[in-house]
């Protein structure tokens, strides 16, 4: 699916815009063009009704929506049913949606363009507003068939190589952001204005005196909740099968619905383990099971490929671009089990917070000494070391992460699912005691006791890092054998091409940084003093 759009009549330009959807007819989107305002929503997967993603309120035009994503708790025609919970509650409607989703909603009566992203921010949206007109699209490469002037935004490519996100919705392109998640952004159409109405999801009270046997049942129920509803309207799906405990338990509780499952695994350099309770596992609930090889210096060669459809320099996305090119087949959705690090407090329960932060500010200090004077947050850090937060930063990331693999996966057709990405999940264990996560030093305590009530069997591994076979471990020998390869392909990368920066030296950038932290000792002693091993 893609969305886009922008604040002025110019079918011409819709249809350029729709036109960079590979293998995709203009004559195949859905459009609307009013006075002042053009929307356009095209199904890249061909299936599905339209008036899911797609809805005008009557033959006026007084309203139109176009939808990027799933709403779970609405029965039929998502975007026809938020239009209709738009007239009836206002802006209110949105806590009443539940699901991982992107919407631009148009009012022509109120005269605003209403942009909305799901608490997580699952799905992309992106702006460029330049002389008072907006536009926008759920992939980057729509925007550029504006004539935008095309420059890297080096603020955010910095922020990106220290912290694994960027602050103040910064895309690398500069003049383009990302709509904010969790917060109707408002664009008034006639004083050209952005506003940001007073809103605060729904949250749980802060209390909560459940037994710790009641809250790993609440914890159970909410998670088989939200597994259930994400694969409600399949009838074959794909499973990242790691053979850890997080992905373990989504198999035990989708393996009685009626649907064909694919499971697969990655071999990896330090996984047996994993792989042996993975095929295990997929053998006794009658899964598809495969274990995929992918090189290094294999992935390193869809690495121009990646970039382009990520739409950013994130050098680990190669080797996820490759996986999922291998694992193509029939289903149409495959279901990641990420996120109980962040959420289960997974990592904090073995990160040595004052380690964490020497190790932050000497990166801002020593390999980019250029921040501490432009970047207004690492003059902060460096001000208040003690203000840095493991958690709110690993957290970050992991969100600026599975938008990536969201990208990364609808250009192969397929789409992205996160069971354990579950605003109602969330909010229930913001309620719980911190030391009931990290009971007698047992990183996700909670998961773990729900496995252990359902006889699951795993490889009971702490995992330390960010690290796993999903990450590139490549040498500086290989890359420059392999480098002169891959760089007449990035050069040619039609996404970077008139940038002032040459996005083949920044990449050269992103992978040696990488590739030399693997490679010295500094990485290892910092590795101990981060963790506790």
Known sequence: ?????????????????????????????????AKNICLAYADKLHNGDPRNNFAVCDGKKTIALILEGHIYNTRDFAAESIIWLYKEYGLDFIKRLEGEFTFVLYDSL???????????????????????KIIFASEIKAIFRHPLKREFN??????????????????????????PAGIPTLFDLKTQAFSYPSYRPKK??????????????????????SSQRKIASEKEIGLYLSGGVDSTLIADIIRNNKIRVNAYSLKGQKNRADLFYAAKNAQ????????????ETEALRFLPAACYHVENIWFQMAKVYLFLHKIKGNQRVNLWGIGTEEF????????????????????????????????????????????????????????????????????????????YLSQKIRNFLEQIPQKLHTQNANPKYIIRQIAKTRGLKYNNRFKLGFDTSLDMEVTAKSLRELFPKIK?????????????FNAE???????????????????????????RI
């Open 110 to 132: 109120a005269g605003k363009l209403i942009f909305y992203r799901d608490e997580f921010g699952t799905k992309p949206l992106y702006y460029s507003y330049k002389n008072g």
């Open 284 to 295: 006794k609930y009658g899964f598809q099971h495969q274990i995929i090889a992918i090189k």
């Open 154 to 179: 080096l603020e955010a490519l910095v922020e990106q190589s220290i912290l694994g996100f960027t602050y103040n919705d910064k895309t690398i392109f500069s003049g383009i952001y990302s709509l």
């Open 204 to 225: 749980g009270s802060r209390k909560n005196n459940l037994t710790e046997l009641e809250i790993i049942q609440r914890t159970e129920k909410l998670i088989v909740e």
């Open 1 to 33: 699916m893609a969305i886009f759009g922008f604040s002025e009549d110019n079918p011409g330009l819709l249809d350029r815009m729709t036109g960079y959807l590979k293998g995709q007819k203009p004559g195949k989107a859905y459009k609307f063009c």
């Open 344 to 419: 289960f407090k997974g990592l904090a329960s073995h990160i040595n917070q004052e380690g964490f932060r020497n190790y932050l500010t000497n990166r801002i200090t020593k390999k980019y000494p250029q921040a501490k004077i432009v970047l207004p947050w690492a003059q902060e850090m460096l001000r208040h070391p003690a203000k840095i937060m493991f958690d709110e930063i690993a957290l970050r990331t992991l969100l600026y992460q599975i938008r990536l693999i969201y990208q990364v996966s609808a250009s192969v057709n397929q789409e992205a699912r996160f069971p």
């Open 505 to 531: 030296e920044i990449i050269c950038l992103d992978i040696l940084d990488r590739v030399m932290l693997k490679e010295t000792n500094h990485y290892s002693q910092d590795l101990q003093t981060i963790y």
């Open 488 to 500: 007449p392909k990035l050069k040619n990368l039609k996404l970077f091409s008139g940038l002032k």
